[in-house]
């Protein structure tokens, strides 16, 4: 059973540019969170979705926008990339928006020049 | 709004020891999960043990334990018998909202 994948693992991109992250959950999990951590800080939740909508959001700008599959998988999409965007982006996938179920991708490190 | 505040950005433990991490949150919501997440140096967050805040009783893992005083706002992380694969970053999350973190140093 895989457990929650992202891709890219690294990415670089310059500032004023686009990026688009991709997650796919856990086997048997509907909903998909992201979260952005900084180097040496916890993760800060940007967006949960779920039945393909937007459910949550944190303080994040509307440069950060996501989207939900029918497969539950998501993407999260920053435009116009900003130095301080640079971090570790983190996916978490669940079962009915439960806290409770949440488990973690490997991350995808985005690096903005 | 809801805060997770850790106040030890960095612990210490000698191998097979005892070491506490503290965790403290605000929330006006009365049903809320408290957790603990471990984040090796390879970065994937695992999860260690989590406290449903309707249960009185203390969630235990292992050599894991939490100590879960609701009125005060508190969460804290006891490690019994350290192991140096214990080393790692700590954060306490009140449902998606993360502290800010405590590095475990595990000293052999």
């Known amino acids: 059973d895989a457990g929650v994948t992202q891709s890219p693992t690294h990415l670089i991109k310059t500032r004023g540019q686009q990026v688009t992250l991709r997650c796919s959950p856990k086997s048997g999990h509907d909903t998909v969170s992201w979260y952005q951590q900084a180097l040496g800080q916890g993760p800060q939740f940007i967006f949960q979705y779920y039945e393909e909508e937007e459910r949550q959001r944190g303080n994040f700008p509307d440069r950060f926008s996501g989207h939900q599959f029918p497969n539950y998988s998501s993407e999260l999409n920053v435009n116009a990339l900003l130095l301080g965007d640079s971090a570790l982006y983190l996916c978490?996938?669940?079962?009915?928006?439960?806290?409770?179920?949440?488990?973690f991708g490997p991350g995808t490190r985005l690096t903005v020049l | 709004a809801q805060t997770v505040t850790q106040s030890q950005p960095e612990m210490s433990v000698q191998e097979a020891e005892t070491v506490t991490l503290s965790c403290t949150y605000d929330t006006s919501e009365s049903d809320y999960y408290l957790f603990w997440y471990k984040q090796p140096p390879s970065r994937q967050m695992i999860l260690v043990i989590r406290?449903?805040?309707?249960?009185?009783q203390n969630a235990t893992e292992n050599r894991f334990s939490v100590n879960f005083q609701k009125a005060a706002k508190s969460f804290s992380l006891k490690i019994s018998d350290s192991q140096l694969g214990d080393a790692a970053m700590y954060f306490c999350a009140l449902d998606m909202r993360f502290g800010a973190g405590t590095r475990l140093t595990v000293k052999p």
């Open positions: 978490a996938s669940s079962y009915d928006s439960r806290p409770d179920t949440q488990y």
């Open positions: 406290q449903e805040a309707y249960k009185q």
